[in-house]
Nanobody, 123 residues
Framework: QVQLVESGGGLVQPGGSLRLSCAVSGRTFSNYAIGWFRQAPGKEREFVASIAKSGGTDYVTSVKGRFTISRDIAKNTVYLQMDSLKPEDTAVYYC?????????????????WGQGTQVTVSS
């Protein structure tokens, strides 16, 4: 079993920044792919960003240039740095893991999920 715990959410004004963290269990964290997804009220869950075993990254078009996904192997942690936040970024953010290392924009590719952290962007 792989366990993930998100943290770092909160209330921020438009144009502000937040850094989300995803702490991941497992001895082979460096082989995992980690994805970030979000779900806003009344909307379907959507892909936000991912980092593969190789370190390659992917982002949904709406966050390119504003969000950055990274990992700290020593800490078994993945981060999502969110800058220039907009009200439409408001959602519960989830991290998910694929221990086999391949990333995807589809949630079904990830077997393990965290409980989520709320991000609210409002003036």
């Amino acid at each position: 079993q792989v366990q993930l715990v998100e943290s770092g959410g909160g209330l921020v004004q438009p144009g502000g920044s937040l850094r989300l963290s995803c702490a991941v269990s497992g001895r082979t964290f460096s082989n995992y792919a980690i994805g970030w997804f979000r779900q806003a009220p009344g909307k379907e869950r959507e892909f936000v960003a991912s980092i593969a075993k190789s370190g390659g990254t992917d982002y949904v078009t709406s966050v390119k240039g504003r969000f950055t996904i990274s990992r700290d192997i020593a800490k078994n942690t993945v981060y999502l740095q969110m800058d220039s936040l907009k009200p439409e970024d408001t959602a519960v953010y989830y991290c998910a893991a694929n221990p086999r290392g391949w990333s995807s924009i589809y949630g079904t590719s990830y077997a393990y999920w965290g409980q989520g952290t709320q991000v609210t962007v409002s003036s």
